[in-house]
């Protein structure tokens, strides 16, 4: 097997409960920060999946209840996403028919760029790289599948 796991359907694949590890680093400052918690994409009215992340995130000595919601809805190709925020703003696409891609999403003056990779049908991560003039981050996050 190679070193990416091709996903027939990026929604199917990821629908269900995963355990979430992600860590903050801020390369201008050295920081680290770490998420620990769960990701949720359950089924949304219309079609497609509602990604509710939820867990804490721990930064300089300080844990603080983290969360956040996306809207994964059905992309122009098939099998493939068309990823928004919650409040429906467009943020990226997701294609992971070969197991693995690349999204930028541009943000005021910073470049996010994210890599995702599917290592087999119960793992997968993102890697994003964020540069601007105030933001020099990388956030690593890895997904299990809760059974």
């Known amino acids: 097997m190679g070193e990416f796991w091709p996903v027939e359907d990026v929604l199917t694949y990821l629908g269900g409960s995963w355990r979430v590890e992600r860590t903050v680093r801020d390369l201008a400052s050295d920081a680290e920060g770490r998420f620990t918690g769960t990701t949720v994409f359950g089924p949304l009215d219309g079609g497609g999946l509602l990604h509710r992340e939820s867990g804490t995130f721990m930064w300089q000595g300080v844990a603080r209840p983290a969360e956040r919601t996306l809207r994964f809805l059905p992309g122009d190709g098939p099998g493939t996403a068309l990823v928004r925020f919650s409040d429906g703003r467009p943020f990226h696409g997701l294609d992971l028919t070969s197991g693995h ?9 910073d470049l996010y ?5 599917v290592r087999d049908e119960d793992h997968w991560r993102s890697v994003w790289r964020v540069r ?16």
């Open 101 to 109: 891609w690349i999204a930028d999403h541009p943000c005021s003056a």
């Open 132 to 147: 601007g003039p105030a933001k020099d981050l990388v956030l690593t996050t890895g997904y299990a599948r809760l059974a």
């Open 113 to 117: 760029r994210g890599e995702f990779t």
